[in-house]
């Protein structure tokens, strides 16, 4: 009977912390930075899509290089919410909450509760997993996706049950309608399972690498999802527009595990640094430390024979997905981006608990890592992010700039632009290369572009947006000022 009321304890404390670490998770991702951060360029495009009719919106989809589900399945959302940027956001909140219980379960499940719970701290105050479910953007829903794929497949090695080899093709299929790197894990997932069932399960090198049943009817469920988008699929490989990804190295792996758990820049394109810290770590320092950490307790464990499965597969679906891309990158298939990997980061909150935990003991264990964990998010500087474009909208509707033309001053700006005041009513000069060529960006295009001065200098009551109104060659005043944007009246 005491054995049986320190468990029922254990599980009143584990809810208990839960329910805590569930709420504050929430209230980071419902901060004012939902609705008044600005759409960067990916948002402004998602924000462009979701507001056009729907078959508008399938049009632009087919022509740019992203597969359709997130899109089909903001819109209904945001269009409760007059397609406002808290609306269009939501849906990220909600599968970034949903990815906060999935991880707590997936992690109970494979180590233990304390695991479980973690795991969930790692998410629930990571500025990496708050951000991105503050982002009109695909990749909370991608991880959630992925991370069950990730578990029945984990089950299915197991247990070699027909119901989860299915399981994990249908949200291995969800993943790739929701973002293409998925091919990439569907890559590892192989690894892993040739892998396992060699070391593991003692079977033949070619027995293992020639597959099973039961893989082949989850590899076929994902094939089936596939099928019906490989038209649409090979035209958006065909544009091949990721010459801006650098290759990359081994050396990018600390800084990528430091943005994981500490986030980086809100708003940045491109391959973006992690965010600052006050003292003590630079931009990949903690992230070095936490790789060697990892390393020692995955060898540890291993050398004890403690989790060992769990720490083989959530390492290969891990770290295994982050090499590939790196050799790959060296190849010209360059996709190695932070923001891709939201799947993997949510797969380490896991990997990491449960080392940690496993190797110096659940109970004291969580408490300090937490400890450690929270006082290191306590020491980053603030988190800038702009909301210039939200307040010149506001100062727009309120009739402080007038009716007349905004004028961005390149295609980035341009297309937030065009989502916060619509298609008609703005325009862009590129201000670098006024003639450069945008035909092949779908919310861009040539059709607004402004080619000269002389062009601007017709446009009566235009106004340029830009950080400074000292332009050569034209005479502008300033009639308001952001913090890091100008709003210039052209005069004649």
Known sequence: MKKSYLMIDEEAVSWLLLTVIVLAGLAFRLSPMLWTRDFWYDEAFTGVLLKS???????????????????????????????????????????????????????????????????????????F?????????????????????????????????????????????????????????????????????????????????????????????????????????????????????????????PSTLQIFLFGHPPGTGGMPSSNAFRYFFDGSTAGLLLMVLVAVLIALNWKNDRKRKESLFLSGMSFGVMILLIVLSHLDIKLYVARYFMPVAMMMYILLSGSILTAF??????????????????????IPYDTDWNQISELRKSGDLGSGIIIASDAFAYSTARYYFGEDAVRYYNKNNPQEDFSGWVIVGNENRIGSTDSLEKIQGGNIVDQTCDWSGLRLKEIARTRRLSVCRIEP
């Open 129 to 253: 997993a708050i951000q991105y479910a503050q982002e009109a953007r695909m990749y909370a829903v991608f991880g959630l996706f992925m991370l069950w794929s990730a578990w029945f497949f984990y089950r299915a090695l197991s247990e070699n049950r027909t119901r989860d080899w299915v399981l994990w093709g249908i949200f291995g299929g969800l993943s790739f309608l929701t973002h293409y790197l998925s091919l990439f894990f569907f890559l590892t997932f192989y690894g892993v399972f040739v892998a396992w069932r060699i070391v593991f399960d003692r079977k033949n090198k070619w027995a293992a690498f020639l597959g099973e049943r039961g893989f082949w009817i989850g590899t076929g469920t994902i094939l089936i999802f596939f099928l019906a988008w490989v038209k649409i699929f090979i035209a958006h490989m065909m544009k091949g527009n990721l010459g801006w990804i650098d290759p990359t190295y081994l050396s990018t792996l």
């Open 361 to 382: 003991g659940e109970k004291r264990g969580i408490y300090w890592t937490a400890f450690v964990f929270l006082s290191m998010i306590l020491l980053l500087k603030p």
């Open 53 to 127: 009719p729907w078959g508008e919106m399938n049009r632009m989809i087919f022509a740019d290089v992203h597969p359709p589900l997130y899109y089909w399945l903001a819109k209904p959302i945001a269009s409760l919410f007059g397609y406002s940027p808290f609306g269009i956001r939501l849906l990220s909140v909600f599968a970034s909450m949903a990815g906060l219980l999935s991880i707590n379960w997936i992690g109970k499940k494979m180590f233990s509760w304390q695991t479980g719970l973690m795991a969930s701290i790692f998410f629930a105050f990571s500025p």
